[in-house]
């Protein structure tokens, strides 16, 4: 799960730490511990409270193969899940966010 600074900033001031790299897109990644989610813990989320948007939004992603807001076919229960046009208007604009962050940071490491 890729992050928003944002959502390092939140996650941060909860008290987490060491928990995303910057990874080779200049993206911020949450880190996996044995396939998943650092902070899932006995099957549920340690942070549920402070969770990326991309965490609070899925299992909604965006298809950039086709650029729609789809439920991702991997997550057994996606058809559980209830989403209004306004959460992929807010998937979007996180997905935004964390393409212009990366940018930045590609540009500032590019000019060191």
Known sequence: MTLTEAD???L??????????????????LVNVDGHCI???DGRC????DRPAGCR??????DLSVDRVVLDSFCPWASE????????V???????DEEREARLRGSKK???
Do not use: E, M
């Open 8 to 10: 390092a900033a939140r």
């Open 12 to 29: 941060h001031a909860a008290g987490r730490d060491d928990f995303f790299f910057v990874n080779n897109d200049h993206d911020l990644q």
């Open 39 to 41: 902070f899932l813990a």
């Open 46 to 49: 340690s942070v549920r409270d």
């Open 57 to 62: 939004l899925y299992p909604l992603i965006l």
């Open 81 to 88: 899940f209830a989403f209004t046009r306004d959460d992929a």
């Open 90 to 96: 807010k998937l979007r604009r996180s997905v935004a």
């Open 110 to 112: 590019r000019s060191s």
